[in-house]
């Protein structure tokens, strides 16, 4: 049974950094794409930052510049580098993963909480 686990989220100052790990259970090559998106309270889910088996990225205009999404494949882990946080960036993260297939896998997410 396929499963991603996040790890890494926390309570950070602004200006800080976290990074955060998505660990899957199986060779990450076997997903098309893989994602990082976030839920504040009251928000919609939204997609942050995503990767691709070929490592092609993609970011929401508010994180551009801010945080980086990278792939380790030896360890079957995407990361999100997060640096220059803000407050509205306080959210519940969730990893993602789609597989060719199209069935999609969630974590159970990881709260990252930026105090002002």
């Known amino acids: 049974q396929v499963h991603v686990v996040e790890s890494g989220g926390g309570l950070v100052q602004a200006g800080g950094s976290l990074r955060l790990s998505c660990a899957a259970s199986?060779?990450?090559?076997?997903?098309?794409?893989m994602g990082w998106y976030r839920q504040a309270p009251g928000k919609q889910r939204e997609l942050v930052a995503s990767?691709?088996?070929?490592?092609?990225?993609n970011y929401v205009n508010s994180v551009k510049d801010r945080f980086t999404i990278s792939r380790d494949n030896a360890k079957n882990t995407v990361y999100l580098q997060m640096n220059s946080l803000k407050p509205e960036d306080t959210a519940v993260y969730y990893c993602?993963?789609?597989?060719?297939?199209?069935?999609?896998?969630w974590g159970q997410g990881t709260q990252v909480t930026v105090s002002s």
């Open positions: 990767i691709t088996s070929g490592s092609s990225t």
């Open positions: 993602n993963a789609k597989q060719y297939s199209g069935t999609n896998y």
């Open positions: 199986t060779t990450i090559f076997s997903f098309r794409v």
